[in-house]
């Protein structure tokens, strides 16, 4: 049984305005204990998307599982119950700030009718879980971002749930707070064995901790798969960009245009840019091809990325020899199992 | 009761001769307008909390979403509070009977108060509700917990401070309708003032009055403000 699943849903906002289509026939499996990125552009539809999946949103067609329940035919009483199973985290925390730290993380206890001493033992152990024991008696006011979403996080657990959606939970943080979330995420993941569906518009999340992923544009799934292949070999163009946000392509648009590839260009040689996956991931290649083929080889440009704990290489080298022995040597690099991609070469060559 | 404030006569003799005279009348005045105040403040305080929240539920995307009673109730709101309070109080006289039994005195006066002042908290009330972002609302529906209990353990509770300020805004404009419905037979200061000061020119007794409703007044707004520190906001 999967953990989420989402059948060819459609939604359509009806407003006075008119009418906007914001899912189009979207499917995705999320498989138990995974953690699922859905990557989009802004008012590509993940809101919604992820709002269906706890039925805060009601869907005009199609079909979402969730834990092996079809949403669509629970009644109020049993949604709610459902609903406990789904924790849900948001951009903006939604904390309740006539109540401390520790009355948020209480508050669903206490609804579910945990007895008084369990429900605070378990609130203390969930504040303990996220790092914020001490500030138990804080009001939200008075915590950064971070710790707002700790307390978020530590709320969204205390009913144990089997599923953590997560609508763009780190999009208000910077940087470095981003990641300490994420890898509490990563952990409570797998601590419990918690499924966690997360949706973003940042690259940085997604290659942090997903290891699959969802790439969603105007209301549609464009392409889907393991986070290392989905970036390393992108096919929809909107995959493209935001892989290429990843590797700071935009950077490489400049070098480009020296003067040091125009005299490679010119003098018959060649640029391209290596992809390696994994173990490959190291420019030892570069030097054995330089060695073998008797041509120089230099690195103009290039970057490692660790996606789920993956290394994956981009580089950008410019090739410089007789032109034959360049072919050989490019065609030798793929034979490794590096991704070679032609970038810049003299006109004549092709 | 009446003896309670004859230690205050003592004091304002000589400034206020005919304040002195009529004591007995200014004390009853006293007592009637803290009664009207009181007990309409009571009754449109619970009201006008429910109707606002009433008004911010039944709107579009909210938790009892309902495209007829939307369309009905804010109009009927706003009706009740484009209506002069003077005309309000002869409109409603058949309802006032109905309700109390007659339509003078105090009893007389606090129903048309009431029927004025709900709306006008209701409105406000509503505003403050619609200040809780709606996020919270999801989030609280996210976490399994039932539409009533998001109203009166989330809505309410996050919006406490805003719901404050309306009811002490409505509590001072509900002394300023007191003395209105006064004249119109519901006795208290207002009645007071109109009768004795305005009448028979005992201008002493327009200006105790002015001081009483002004006393209250501050009053009000220093409970208002001594509750909104208790609250921390
Ligand atoms: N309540 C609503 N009423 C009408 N239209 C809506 C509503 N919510 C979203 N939309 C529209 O649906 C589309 C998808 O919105 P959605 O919020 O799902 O996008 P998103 O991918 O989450 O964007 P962002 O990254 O900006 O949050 C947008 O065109 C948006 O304008
Ligand atoms: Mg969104």
């Known amino acids: 049984m999967r953990a989420i699943e989402v059948t060819d849903v459609f939604k359509t906002y009806r407003t006075r305005s008119g009418s906007v289509e914001a899912l189009k026939g979207v499917s995705l499996h999320v498989e138990k204990g995974d953690i699922f990125g859905v990557i989009g552009h802004s008012g590509s539809g993940k809101s919604t998307l992820i709002r269906c999946i706890n039925r805060l949103e009601k869907f005009d067609r199609g079909s979402i599982f969730v834990g092996g329940s079809d949403l669509m035919s629970l009644s109020e009483k049993e949604l709610r119950q459902k609903r406990q199973k789904i924790g849900m985290i948001f951009q903006q925390f939604h904390l309740l700030r006539n109540d401390s730290v520790y009355g948020n993380v209480l508050l669903p206890l206490t609804y579910a009718g945990s007895g008084k001493a369990a429900a605070a033992e378990k609130a203390d152990r969930l504040l303990t879980r996220v790092g914020l024991r001490e500030k138990r008696g804080a009001y939200p006011s008075q915590l950064s971002g971070g710790q707002q979403q700790r307390v978020a996080i530590a709320r969204a657990l205390a009913n144990d749930p089997e599923i953590l959606l997560c609508d763009e939970a780190t999009s208000a943080l910077d940087p470095d707070t981003t990641h300490s979330i994420l890898a509490l995420l990563k952990e409570l993941n797998q601590e419990l064995q918690l499924t966690v569906l997360i949706i973003t518009h940042e690259m940085a999340v997604v290659k942090d901790i997903c290891s699959n992923v969802a790439v969603l544009d105007g209301g549609k799934i464009v392409e889907q798969g393991k986070t290392l292949e989905m970036f390393t070999n992108p096919r929809h163009s909107v995959t493209k960009q935001f892989a290429n946000s990843l590797f700071e392509q935009d950077k490489i648009k400049e070098v480009l245009l020296g003067e040091y590839v125009k005299k490679v260009i010119g003098s018959g040689g060649l640029v391209a840019r290596l992809i390696f996956k994994g173990e490959k991931a190291n420019d030892a290649l570069i030097s054995d091809v330089s060695r073998r083929f008797g041509i120089d080889a230099s690195i103009i440009f290039g970057n490692i990325e660790i996606i789920q704990s993956q290394p994956l290489g981009n580089l950008y080298v410019a090739f410089s020899g007789p032109a034959d022995r360049i072919a050989e040597a490019v065609d030798y690099a793929a034979a490794q199992g590096v991704l070679v991609q032609r970038v810049a070469e003299n006109a004549e060559r092709r | ?233």
């Open chain 2, 1 to 233: 009761m009446f003896s309670a404030f004859d230690f205050i006569l003592d004091f304002v003799k000589p400034f206020f001769p005919n304040v002195a005279q009529y004591w007995a009348r200014v004390v009853k005045a006293i007592v009637e307008t803290l009664e009207m105040v009181s007990v309409s403040f009571g009754f449109v305080a619970v009201l006008g909390v429910a109707l606002g929240i009433v008004l911010v539920v039944i709107s579009e995307g909210h938790l009892y979403e309902n495209k007829i009673l939307n369309t009905v109730v804010p109009r009927l709101v706003n009706l009740f509070r484009s209506i002069p309070f003077v005309i309000l109080v002869a409109f409603i006289l058949p309802f006032t009977r109905f309700m109390v039994g007659t339509a003078v005195g105090v009893p007389g006066a606090i129903v048309p108060i009431v029927v004025a002042m709900v709306p006008f908290v209701a409105r406000q009330v509503e505003l403050a509700l619609l200040e809780v972002n709606r996020g919270v609302i999801d989030m609280a529906l996210s976490l399994g917990f039932s539409k009533p209990y998001i109203v009166f353990r989330i809505l309410l509770k996050e919006a406490r401070s805003g719901i404050v300020r309306a009811l002490t805004l409505s509590s001072i404009s509900l002394v300023g309708y007191s003395a209105m419905a006064g004249v119109v037979g519901g006795g208290g200061i207002g009645d007071l003032a109109i009768r004795y000061g305005y009448a028979r020119f005992m201008s002493d007794i327009t200006l105790l009055s002015l001081l009483l409703l002004l006393g209250i007044v501050f009053f009000l707004q220093g409970i208002g403000n001594f509750v909104l520190e208790r609250l921390g906001t």
